[in-house]
Nanobody, 121 residues
């Protein structure tokens, strides 16, 4: 079992930056692939970024070059650095975990509760 808690969301102007954190419980964090998803109002949940246990990364085209995913296994924490934010990045951002680097991008086993990110124009 893995429990995930996101933090770091908030209100920022377009062009600004935010860093999201995802704290995970359990002693096997380093063996899980981790990911971020988001859900904008009235839309479905969409994949944002993923990082494997070996630090390979994968991004959605919409955030490539602006967002950076990272992890600190010693702290059981994953991060999402978001730069050059746009109003269309406004969404609830969810942290996710899965033993599979493929499944963490599709249908992860574990989810956090989400943190709101609002980008004003």
């Amino acid at each position: 079992q893995v429990q995930l808690v996101e933090s770091g969301g908030g209100l920022v102007q377009a062009g600004g930056s935010l860093r999201l954190s995802c704290a995970a419980s359990g002693r096997t964090f380093s063996s899980y692939a981790m990911g971020w998803f988001r859900q904008a109002p009235g839309k479905g949940r969409e994949f944002v970024a993923a990082i494997s246990w070996s630090y390979s990364t994968y991004y959605a085209d919409s955030v490539k070059g602006r967002f950076t995913i990272s992890r600190d296994n010693a702290k059981n924490t994953m991060y999402l650095q978001m730069n050059s934010l746009k109003p269309e990045d406004t969404a609830v951002y969810y942290c996710a975990a899965d033993p599979s680097y493929i499944e963490v991008r599709r249908v992860p086993d574990y989810w956090g509760q989400g943190t709101q990110v609002t980008v004003s124009s």
